[in-house]
């Protein structure tokens, strides 16, 4: 009699490999993760379907079946999936699935939306240790994704959350020079800030 883990082996070598795990080349990584952890991505994989209505995917699709053009990159994939345990209030959850699609993410854009997320994901928690790691992990890649973000505003650069919230917390901090310099660069480079003016004559006081 074949022992259950030796079931489970048998079970994974003969098991069809398709779905969006095969469009987007992840079984191998799905595979790799604990059990509770594969549960978790495949949970929120199938509460995506039903919560988001734009979803053109079912349940069966996470590990069966054709899946063409699945319109993600694992990046973005995982992402998603994260975003939908952050609706869901599962802040854990999301957060893990973000730092996983952060691996994935092949440009310093993707890695900007995701940071972005994260960063939002923070202050739901009210971490400051943590709000502070993402909004700096996401300031030392602006340069990179700075001009990406003007081409998807039009020649405009979009206000950016890290910003605010890094000149906030440095002034928190009583680093005010430091503060002042980040709102200076940043504004500089077209950044709004809705309250620089505000910002600099306290800074500078």
Same mark, same amino acid.
């Given at each position: 009699?074949?022992?259950?883990?030796?079931?489970?082996?048998?079970?994974?070598?003969?098991?069809?490999?398709?779905?969006?795990?095969?469009?987007?080349?992840?079984?191998?990584?799905?595979?790799?993760?604990?059990?509770?952890?594969?549960?978790?991505?495949?949970?929120?994989?199938?509460?995506?379907?039903?919560?988001?209505?734009?979803?053109?995917?079912?349940?069966?699709?996470?590990?069966?079946?054709?899946?063409?053009?699945?319109?993600?990159?694992?990046?973005?994939?995982?992402?998603?999936?994260?975003?939908?345990?952050?609706?869901?209030?599962?802040?854990?959850?999301?957060?893990?699935? +973000?730092?996983?699609?952060?691996?994935?993410?092949?440009?310093?854009? =993707? *890695?900007?939306?995701? %940071? &972005?997320? !994260?960063?939002? $994901?923070?202050?739901?928690?009210?971490?400051?240790?943590?709000?502070?790691?993402?909004?700096?992990?996401?300031?030392?890649?602006?340069?990179?994704?700075?001009?990406?973000?003007?081409?998807?505003?039009?020649?405009?650069?979009?206000?950016?959350?890290? +910003?605010?919230?890094?000149?906030?917390?440095?002034?928190?901090?009583? =680093? *005010?020079?430091?503060? %002042? &310099?980040? !709102?200076?660069? $940043?504004?500089?480079?077209?950044?709004?800030?809705?309250?620089?003016?505000?910002?600099?004559?306290?800074?500078?006081?």
């Amino acid at each position: 009699m074949l022992a259950p883990l030796m079931i489970g082996k048998v079970f994974r070598i003969f098991r069809e490999r398709g779905g969006i795990l095969k469009a987007l080349d992840l079984w191998d990584w799905y595979e790799s993760l604990e059990a509770k952890e594969q549960k978790l991505v495949k949970y929120y994989f199938s509460l995506k379907t039903i919560k988001d209505l734009r979803f053109p995917l079912k349940a069966k699709h996470f590990e069966s079946g054709e899946v063409q053009n699945p319109g993600y990159t694992k990046a973005t994939f995982l992402g998603s999936l994260a975003q939908t345990a952050l609706l869901e209030g599962k802040y854990q959850d999301a957060e893990w699935l +973000y730092l996983k699609a952060l691996e994935f993410a092949q440009s310093a854009y =993707e *890695k900007h939306l995701i %940071l &972005n997320d !994260l960063v939002m $994901l923070a202050q739901k928690l009210k971490d400051l240790e943590k709000l502070e790691k993402y909004a700096h992990m996401d300031l030392e890649l602006f340069e990179e994704y700075k001009e990406t973000l003007r081409e998807k505003g039009g020649g405009k650069l979009p206000q950016i959350n890290s +910003y605010e919230i890094m000149v906030y917390l440095l002034e928190r901090k009583g =680093e *005010k020079e430091k503060a %002042l &310099n980040l !709102l200076e660069r $940043l504004h500089y480079e077209g950044v709004p800030h809705p309250f620089y003016q505000e910002v600099k004559k306290r800074l500078e006081g």
